[in-house]
């Protein structure tokens, strides 16, 4: 997808719970760093050339600099996130750089995907489509979120879920097989 399909689809997302052009464009945090992510996104993806890529790469971080100390939300370029991407609340939101998220995924406010663990075990999640991630959660580690999967808030996710599991706790245990249908 283009970047512009790619933020086209973000703003349906938002659309979808009941927001309206005004209140999405100029009043959710969660849509100002989407937005300016996929901007930084496809300059970091597309972009070959090597002086003209570094200068708008600068600008970029400039940018998500303002918009992360606005917002509370670090979104680094580097990360890649599929289309339809939601942030629901407003800050404490930190993406490692290497982080994969995968289509149709929501973010509740505080959540953390970061780096963990030692040797060959260390690494950033991976996690796949139709994922709800509940307020608080912290996903650390090289592991592997399936598809259809809900995080329950405050949970802490160190090892790989299967898909369409409900999973909650520190750490994080499944507590049922009924996925995140419903909560996206």
């Known amino acids: 997808m283009t970047v512009f399909k790619l933020i086209q689809s973000d703003y349906c997302k938002y659309k979808k719970y009941g927001g309206h052009f005004f209140a999405i464009v100029f009043l959710s945090q969660g849509f100002w760093a989407i937005f300016q992510y996929r901007i930084a996104n ?4 597309k972009i070959r050339i090597p002086i003209v890529r570094h200068i708008l790469l600068l600008f970029c971080l400039f940018w998500q600099k303002i918009v992360e ?4 939300i670090s979104i680094p370029a580097s990360v890649q996130i599929g289309h339809s991407f939601y942030i629901g609340h407003f800050g404490g939101i930190i993406l490692n750089g290497n982080a994969v998220i995968g289509n149709n995924c929501n973010i509740s406010q505080g959540v953390t995907i970061g780096i963990s663990g030692i040797e060959n075990k260390r690494g950033v999640p991976v996690i796949g489509n139709d994922v709800y991630i509940g307020a608080n959660a912290v996903l650390a580690g090289k592991i592997r979120v399936g598809n259809s999967v809900l995080i329950g808030a405050c ?7 299967a898909d369409n599991a409900v999973v909650m706790g520190v750490p994080a245990v499944v507590i049922s097989n009924h996925g995140s249908k419903g909560y996206i």
């Open 42 to 45: 496809g300059i970091y993806r």
């Open 69 to 72: 100390i606005t917002t509370g």
């Open 155 to 161: 949970s802490m996710v160190n090892s790989s879920i």
